[in-house]
C-alpha cells in the first residue's frame, strides 16, 4: 500500500510539474523575464513556507536549529539548481512542452541519478552509493544501463527535432511553438537537464532538517517541506539575478505596471503557474516519503513528468504538419525514454 500511494503522489507531483507552465501561454503583454520571475516569487518564496507552516508547525526552529554546513550545502544545490530551472523555461519556450521536456527532463533523469553517486565516491559517507558501488554490484549495473538508454532515447528526441526542423516552414514552425528555435533550445536544453539534477542533491544535502522534523514529533509525509524552504532560496537567488539583468538590459521593468496589459490577469496567471510548479515537489516530498529518496523517487518524477508534458504537447497540437516519420521519431523517443526509467527504477529495487 505504501508502495502505491507513493506512486500516485509521485503521478499528482508529475502531473502539476509537466502543467505548470500552461498558465504563462495565457499572459499577455509581458516579456518572458517578467512573468517567469512574478511566477518564481510564488514558487521558491511565498508558498513553500505557507506549505511549511501548514504542514509542518516547527519549521523556523527546526532551520534555526540546523547546523551551518547543512544550511550552506543546501543553499548551494539550489543555486546550482537555480540555473537549471532557469534554462528550463528557456527550453520549453524555444523547443515547445514536448520536446523541450523530454530532452530537459530526460538529461534530468539521467544526471539526478548519477550526480550524487559521482559526489560520494569522491567523499565518501556511510549508507550513501558511489559511482563504484554502481559499477561494481549488479544492481549498480541495471542502473547504468538505465542512463544510457535514457541517453539514447534525448538522442532520438533531439533527432526529432532536427526533422521538425527541416520539415517545416518558418511559419508553420511558429504556429506549433511561437519561438521555435532548435539549435538554442537544445544547448539549453542539456544545461538545464544536468543543472537540475542538483535538486536531488539538495534534498539529500538539506536531509538532516527533514529528520529533525519527525524527530520533533511532524508527520513524515511532510518531511521535505522543511528542506524546501532553504534549497528554494538558492533557486530563487539565481532566478531573480538574471531576470533583473534581463529587465534592465531588455527595458521591460515596465511590464509589471503598464496598463495596456490585463495586468490583474496576467498576475494571477503567473502566481497560478508558480503555485502549480511548487505543487510538483510538494507532492515529491510525499512520494519521497513513501518510496526514499533513490533513483526510483527521482525517476518516477520525471516520468510523469515526460508523459504529462508530451500530452500536452499533443493538445497545443505541436507536432502539427510534420511527417508521419518524424511523428514516429519523437514518439520513440519519449518511449525510449520511459524505458530507461523503468530500467532504473528495477535496477534501484534491486538494492532493497
Given at each position: 500500500m505504501q508502495v502505491i500511494?507513493?506512486?500516485?503522489?509521485?503521478?499528482?507531483?508529475?502531473?502539476?510539474?509537466?502543467?505548470?507552465?500552461m498558465p504563462y501561454k495565457k499572459v499577455k503583454g509581458w516579456h518572458w523575464e517578467n512573468y517567469w520571475i512574478i511566477g518564481g516569487l510564488f514558487s521558491w518564496l511565498i508558498v513553500p513556507p505557507l506549505a511549511a507552516w501548514l504542514t509542518v508547525p516547527g519549521f523556523?526552529?527546526?532551520?534555526?536549529?540546523?547546523?551551518?554546513?547543512?544550511?550552506?550545502?543546501?543553499?548551494?544545490?539550489?543555486?546550482?539548481?537555480?540555473?537549471?530551472?532557469?534554462?528550463?523555461?528557456l527550453g520549453v519556450r524555444w523547443l515547445g512542452m514536448s520536446l523541450g521536456n523530454s530532452v530537459v527532463l530526460g538529461f534530468c533523469s539521467a544526471f539526478g541519478a548519477l550526480v550524487p553517486s559521482i559526489y560520494y565516491n569522491i567523499y565518501p559517507s556511510p549508507g550513501k552509493t558511489s559511482f563504484h558501488d554502481l559499477l561494481t554490484t549488479s544492481w549498480g549495473r541495471v542502473v547504468l544501463i538505465g542512463v544510457v538508454i535514457c541517453l539514447l532515447g534525448?538522442?532520438?528526441?533531439?533527432?526529432?527535432?532536427?526533422?521538425?526542423?527541416?520539415?517545416?516552414?518558418?511559419?508553420?514552425?511558429?504556429?506549433?511553438?511561437?519561438e521555435f528555435n532548435l539549435v538554442k533550445g537544445l544547448i539549453v536544453a542539456?544545461?538545464?537537464?544536468?543543472?537540475?539534477?542538483?535538486?536531488?542533491?539538495?534534498?539529500?544535502?538539506?536531509?538532516?532538517?527533514?529528520?529533525?522534523?519527525?524527530?520533533?514529533?511532524?508527520?513524515?509525509?511532510f518531511q521535505n517541506n522543511v528542506t524546501y524552504v532553504v534549497l528554494l532560496w538558492g533557486g530563487l537567488t539565481t532566478n531573480f539575478v538574471w531576470c533583473m539583468i534581463l529587465n534592465m538590459r531588455n527595458r521591460t521593468f515596465g511590464d509589471y505596471v503598464d496598463r495596456k496589459t490585463p495586468l490583474t490577469k496576467n498576475y494571477l496567471l503567473s502566481a497560478l503557474a508558480g503555485t502549480t510548479w511548487f505543487l510538483q515537489f510538494f507532492f515529491y516530498g510525499m512520494g519521497e516519503s513513501k518510496l526514499g529518496n533513490g533513483a526510483s523517487s527521482w525517476i518516477l518524477h520525471m516520468a510523469f513528468i515526460i508523459l504529462v508534458a508530451n500530452?500536452?504537447?499533443?493538445?497545443?497540437?505541436?507536432?502539427?504538419?510534420?511527417?508521419?516519420?518524424?511523428?514516429?521519431?519523437?514518439?520513440?523517443?519519449?518511449?525510449?525514454?520511459?524505458?530507461?526509467?523503468?530500467?532504473?527504477?528495477?535496477?534501484?529495487?534491486?538494492?532493497?
Open positions: 500511494l507513493g506512486i500516485i503522489y509521485h503521478f499528482i507531483g508529475g502531473f502539476a510539474s509537466g502543467s505548470f507552465y523556523v526552529s527546526v532551520i534555526k536549529a540546523a547546523s551551518a554546513s547543512t544550511i550552506q550545502y543546501t543553499i548551494l544545490f539550489g543555486l546550482l539548481w537555480g540555473f537549471g530551472g532557469l534554462t528550463y523555461g534525448i538522442f532520438v528526441c533531439g533527432r526529432a527535432g532536427v526533422m521538425k526542423e527541416k520539415e517545416l516552414s518558418q511559419e508553420e514552425k511558429k504556429k506549433s511553438v511561437a542539456i544545461f538545464s537537464g544536468i543543472m537540475s539534477a542538483c535538486f536531488n542533491f539538495g534534498i539529500e544535502a538539506g536531509k538532516p532538517m527533514a529528520e529533525a522534523a519527525v524527530a520533533e514529533g511532524m508527520n513524515p509525509l500530452a500536452w504537447g499533443v493538445s497545443l497540437k505541436e507536432w502539427k504538419g510534420v511527417s508521419g516519420r518524424t511523428r514516429w521519431t519523437i514518439t520513440a523517443g519519449i518511449i525510449i525514454i520511459l524505458l530507461s526509467v523503468i530500467i532504473v527504477g528495477i535496477g534501484n529495487s534491486m538494492k532493497l
